[in-house]
Structure formats: C-alpha cells, structure tokens
Nanobody
C-alpha cells in the first residue's frame, strides 16, 4: 500500500509558477513509479508526467517545456514544477503511484491516488 498527500496548489496569475509536492508513505520501493495527472471540470483526467525510482521521466507533449517532474527518494516525495502557467492549466492536480518497471501514462494503470490539490490560474 502507498499513501499519497499532495500540497502546493493555489491561485496564481497567468505566467506565474507553482511547485506541487506529493509525499508518499508506505511501500515506496525501487519499483514504484510516481505520476502526476490533472482533471479540469467536465473533462477526463489527463496524464502530465511520470518518474521512475531511477529518474527516468516521461511527460505529456502539452506541458513539455513548462512542467518538470522530479523525485527525491530519500524524502519519498515527487515534485511538479510548473512555470508559464496558463488559465487552461486550471484543474485539480493528482499524484499517483504504481509498481511498474515502465512508465504508465493512463490513469487506469495507477493503483494509488492522492486526494488532489487545486490549481487555479487567473488571466
């Protein structure tokens, strides 16, 4: 079992930056993949990025160049650094985890989820 708690969301103006954190507890071993998703009202949950224990990363084309995922295995924490924020980035951002040797990109592939943190970008 893995427990996930997100933090760092809030209200920011367009063009601003935020860093989200996700603290993991439980069985967070070397096969744990950590990912970030987001869901805007009325839309499907969207994959943003994922990172393996060793630091392999995959990310969505929609956020490349603006969002960066990173991971601190000592602190069992994954981060999402977001810059150049746009109003369309407004959503609830979720942290997810799964035991895999590859980097899944669909929500169905993840077994553990946090409660989410709201990010609102004003124009």
């Amino acid at each position: 079992q893995v427990q996930l708690v997100e933090s760092g969301g809030g209200l920011v103006q367009a063009g601003g930056s935020l860093r989200l954190s996700c603290a993991a507890s439980g069985r967070t071993g070397s096969s744990t993949v950590m990912g970030w998703f987001r869901q805007a009202p009325g839309l499907e949950r969207e994959f943003i990025a994922a990172v393996s224990w060793s630091g392999r990363i995959t990310s969505s084309d929609s956020v490349k160049g603006r969002f960066t995922i990173s991971r601190d295995n000592v602190r069992s924490t994954v981060y999402l650094q977001m810059s150049g924020l746009k109003p369309e980035d407004t959503a609830v951002y979720y942290c997810a985890a799964v035991y895999r040797t590859y980097l899944p990109k669909t929500q169905q592939d993840y077994d553990y989820w946090g409660r989410g943190t709201q990010v609102t970008v004003s124009s």
